[in-house]
């Protein structure tokens, strides 16, 4: 067995050795059923794919629950520092109290090693059971702002001495009349950044060029929240003008045309903008939005939004594709080379230890990742399985419970069975 290398990325080009070390955090809950299935089918698409040639070497890191049982630190610093060296991980999902005891590891993460990106794609597999009509009509891909909005955690707790200060600052400093219960209010603070709006914009425009997608839409409730949100969307249309003019029509311009030609004068442009191959930057707010990809999905190809609205959109989609159980995801620095592969959904805790769930989402994770290292035949081989054994109806519970006919498998079994279907 191989030692490995590590992965490296000098002047933003990524080397890759051919048996690669990739560090993973197993996971709470279910985690570790599924990171079992998921490793094996990872690994078994890359043997196949590569003849031995090109492996993958695990390496495990800590975090949750099994960190705090063996260090007592939920996410220790070398966990940080090697994900940091080794750049690209993948990990099962963690646990994160309600309302008091730690904060979200996995949102720690995300921001200590910057992964400005959550990068959600969501598509329909054919067979999967889905609520709604067309499930196929659904391609889109979420680029969710990663590192602040409420996310950033910057919150104070009812009662306590610093929400008193907070509230006292906010109401005799800054003049402000409309706490509506300031003596039993805990108080949070929402931190949206001209930088980290065009970052992950950026990163959304550039996907949409590379990838040959027709729009980008901006995601937000302005409207209510004018200085984030609605900064979200101004600050994005700035940057897709100013770096992308000649290769994006938004519709900031669309508005302009309005007000100064008409409209039928801007739809001709835009219509012009799209024969000429541009991309429409464009923007809805949160709420018809959440109406308008159940009704109108085709509409949306690349979405940018905040990590809150990008947090609920996710779940919402996976649930027209199928559910959380097929909702893969990944955490991305695209200026660093860093990345943690992750599923869209938590830890279950209901099914842990009874190698039930599906580990679909991992294993999707893991083939993003695949690609990311440029693997592709490895992730090609993946989706072929996943494809044939969904049609089979071979599927763990999730789908098995919607599908007439089908076979109902555990965790395990399901991997073994994506395994026995790579060819
Ligand atoms: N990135 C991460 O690590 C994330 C962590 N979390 C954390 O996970 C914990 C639990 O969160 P919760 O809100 O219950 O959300 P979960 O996503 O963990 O689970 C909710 C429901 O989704 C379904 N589900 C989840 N995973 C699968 C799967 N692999 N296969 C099939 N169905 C699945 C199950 O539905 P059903 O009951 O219908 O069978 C499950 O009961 C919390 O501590 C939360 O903070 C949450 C999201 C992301
Ligand atoms: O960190 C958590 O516990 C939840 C995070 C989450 O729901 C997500 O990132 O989608
Ligand atoms: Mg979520």
């Known amino acids: 067995m191989s030692q490995g290398e590590k992965i490296t990325v000098e002047n933003g080009k990524m080397n890759v050795p051919n048996h690669a070390i990739i560090p993973f955090i197993e996971g709470d809950g279910t985690g570790p059923d599924i990171w079992a299935a998921a490793s094996r089918v990872l690994q078994a698409a890359v043997d196949k794919a590569y003849n031995g040639e090109k492996s993958i070497v695990w390496k495990e890191v800590l975090a949750g629950q099994k960190a705090y049982d063996k260090t007592g630190e939920w996410l220790p610093e070398e966990t940080l520092d090697t994900i940091r060296e080794y750049k690209i991980a993948i990990k099962g999902p963690l646990t994160t109290p309600i309302g008091g005891g730690i904060r979200s590891l996995n949102v720690a993460l995300r921001q200590e090693l910057d992964l ?48 008193k ?3 006292d600052f906010v109401q005799n400093k800054m003049g402000v009349k409309k706490i509506r219960f300031p003596e039993t209010s805990g108080i949070g603070i929402k931190p949206v950044s001209k930088e980290g709006t065009e970052r992950l914009v950026r990163s959304a425009i550039e996907y949409a060029l590379n990838e040959g997608k027709k729009s980008v839409t901006l995601v937000h409730k302005g409207n209510i929240m004018k200085f984030t949100e609605g900064a979200f969307k101004a600050w994005g249309y700035d940057l897709a003008e100013r770096e992308y003019g000649d290769k ?14 008409g409209r039928e004068a801007a739809d001709q442009a835009q219509n012009e903008a799209e024969e000429a191959g541009k991309i429409i930057v464009k923007d809805a707010i949160a709420d018809i939005f959440l109406q308008q990809i159940l009704t109108r999905p085709k509409e949306f190809d690349v979405v940018a939004t905040m990590n809150l609205n990008g947090d609920y959109i996710s779940d919402a989609l996976a649930a027209q594709v199928g559910g959380i159980g097929i909702a893969p995801g990944a955490n991305i620095n695209y200026e660093t080379g860093h990345a943690i592969f992750e599923a869209t959904h938590g830890t279950a805790p209901k099914y842990a230890g009874q190698d039930k769930v599906n580990p679909s989402s991992v294993i ?57 279907n790579m060819d």
């Open 165 to 167: 200060k907070v509230v």
């Open 248 to 261: 994006v029509f938004t519709w900031k311009e669309y508005d302009q045309i309005v007000e100064e030609k």
């Open 116 to 163: 400005f990106t959550c990068l959600r794609p969501v598509k329909h597999f054919t067979g999967v059971p889905s609520p709604v009509k067309k499930p196929e009509d659904v391609d889109m891909q979420i680029f969710r702002e990663n590192t602040e909005d409420i996310y950033a955690g910057i919150e104070w707790q009812e009662g306590t001495d610093e929400v």
């Open 364 to 420: 999707l994770s893991g083939t993003l990742m695949l690609d990311h290292l440029g693997w592709r035949e490895a992730s090609e081989l993946i989706h072929k399985a996943m494809d044939k054994t969904i049609e089979s109806k071979v599927v763990t519970y999730d789908f098995a419970r919607l599908m007439d006919g089908a076979t109902q498998v555990k965790c395990s079994e399901f991997g073994d069975e994506l395994i026995k």
